[in-house]
């Protein structure tokens, strides 16, 4: 039976809202020891910011206390936890992404990193196979 994303994912994470500022997300990240954070927008969640999106935004210019909100991800694109892990891979290579949130309905209930993959594949959850020259995962 393939793993599943409820078995690989992180049930804590960051949350901050849209109108949060750069600065303020970044202390929140900091005090709660995380590279990203969801965001969200009266609690529905719009994107992921990173702690190098941040770096470039104030790299960029961007003011200390601009809100997130134009930040983050664009374009969400969500798991559920019933879905493979070869189903996250699959998004993350599509989408070139690294991290993918958890929804169950319109509530947030995980994150997947690509951390938890590599994770999965060096406990031994997983197996990398190789298809038509792609990476895959499937369960162990």
């Known amino acids: 039976m393939p793993t599943t994303i ?5 049930t804590t994470f960051c949350t901050v809202e849209q109108s949060a500022t750069v600065a303020s997300v970044a202390r929140a990240m900091i005090d709660e020891d ?10 529905d969640v719009v994107g992921i910011l990173t702690d190098r999106s941040i770096v470039r935004a ?3 210019d961007a003011s200390p206390d601009h809100p997130v909100g134009g930040l983050c991800t664009e374009d969400l694109v969500v798991l559920s936890p019933q879905d493979p892990a070869r189903e996250a891979v699959r998004i993350m290579e599509r989408h070139a992404l690294l991290r993918l949130p958890v929804m169950v309905g319109a509530e947030l209930v995980g994150i997947v990193r690509l951390s938890d993959l590599v994770t999965a594949i060096e406990r031994g959850l997983v197996t990398v196979t190789e298809t038509q020259g792609a990476g895959s995962l499937e369960g162990a």
């Not at 409820?6 to 992180?10: E, N």
């Not at 995380?34 to 609690?43: F, K, P, S």
């Open 34 to 43: 995380a590279g990203d954070a969801v965001v969200l927008d009266d609690g």
């Open 6 to 10: 409820a078995q690989l994912m992180s």
């Open 58 to 60: 104030l790299a960029a």
